[in-house]
């Protein structure tokens, strides 16, 4: 009579347990780094009650964004209107909220598209070496030669302003410096001994850049991607500011501003430039710290 064989586990089963614990260990530790940096904590949570005010904006703001009452126009600040009333008659605190929603929006939907293109070009060009690098390092040399605000400028004159075209331009413009860095980073990676390994047992080019050398130059792609948001909110206040960008009556942080371009609106209707002035800075700084914040905690040479 045989006895039945034990239940043997598969091995890959210990495996992927064990390669849980190194992801939770690493998520930890990279945690555990970032709260040693104070004004990194203050920045995130300021910056996600920043976010929630955008998302929840139509139930904290009492008014609507794109409706004006004349006969309100250039109203201080009153309960009913916390924060005062434009020359238009909308209400500042109301549009604030709502330009947040918008502002994030572009830059956050910029960032993705400046790292996805930068990415993607810094990637190619640092793999492949050679001519192709030489070509395509030339072509963001030629780009980057023209002053970044006046390319901005020149871009957003030739489509017609609106979220859609402010991200345009902003992804056109953002994305070399993120294929600079990427680039370092492959021509760094593409030496290692793994990448060798991937090249003899016949993977292709894009699996070895996308599932090998990617994933190990993480750490400077969030960092930069996270200070791109930064400058887009900039560059977005700027541009509809001039009025290149988001146009009236939809409510956005630079477009909101367009009253400083007059003396005696910023003197005598300093309430309506202030709310938006405050979020731009607040929220740029806010993730700036974020973005100080991670670099030290993804930086692998940082103690625990």
């Avoid at 139509?58 to 309100?72: A, C, W």
């Avoid at 331009?169 to 021509?187: H, K, Q, Y």
């Avoid at 988001?246 to 309506?272: E, F, H, R, V």
Wanted: aromatic residues 8%; positive net charge; charged residues 15%.
């Amino acid at each position: 009579m045989s006895l039945p064989n034990p239940t043997i586990q598969p091995a890959t089963n210990n495996q992927n347990i064990e390669k849980e614990l190194k992801i939770e260990s690493r998520a930890a530790v990279i945690w555990k780094r970032y709260k040693k940096n104070k004004l990194a904590v203050i920045g995130l949570i300021v910056f996600v009650l920043i976010i929630l005010i955008a998302i929840f904006a139509p139930l904290l703001s009492p008014h609507k964004p794109e409706v004006f009452d004349i006969l309100d126009s250039s109203l201080k600040p009153s309960k009913k209107y916390p924060f005062g009333t434009d020359a238009m008659g909308g209400d500042v605190m109301t549009r604030s909220f709502y330009g947040a929603r918008i502002s994030l929006s572009v830059a956050i939907l910029a960032m993705i598209c400046t790292v996805s293109i930068g990415v993607i070009y810094g990637a190619v060009a640092g793999f492949f070496g050679g001519l192709i690098d030489n070509t395509m390092m030339r072509i963001i040399d030629a780009i980057q030669s023209i002053p970044t605000f006046f390319l901005l400028l020149i871009v957003a004159s030739l489509v017609v302003p609106s979220l859609w075209s402010t991200v345009f331009v902003l992804s056109i413009v953002g994305w070399t410096s993120m294929a600079r860095i990427v680039r370092g980073e492959i021509l760094s990676l593409k030496r290692r001994d793994y990448i060798e390994a991937a090249r003899a047992t016949g993977e292709t080019n894009s699996s070895i850049i996308f599932y090998h050398i990617l994933p190990n130059a993480v750490a400077p792609i969030i960092v930069i991607a996270t200070l791109d948001i930064a400058a887009n909110i900039l560059a977005e206040a700027n541009l509809s500011f001039l009025g290149l960008g988001i146009q009236q009556p939809k409510p956005s942080w630079g477009n909101m501003l367009t009253g400083a371009q007059d003396l005696t609106s910023i003197i005598d209707q300093s309430w309506t430039i202030i709310p938006p002035a405050f979020f731009i800075i607040v929220t740029v700084l806010c993730v700036n710290f974020i973005g100080d914040g991670l670099r030290d905690a993804l930086d692998p040479r940082m103690k625990q």
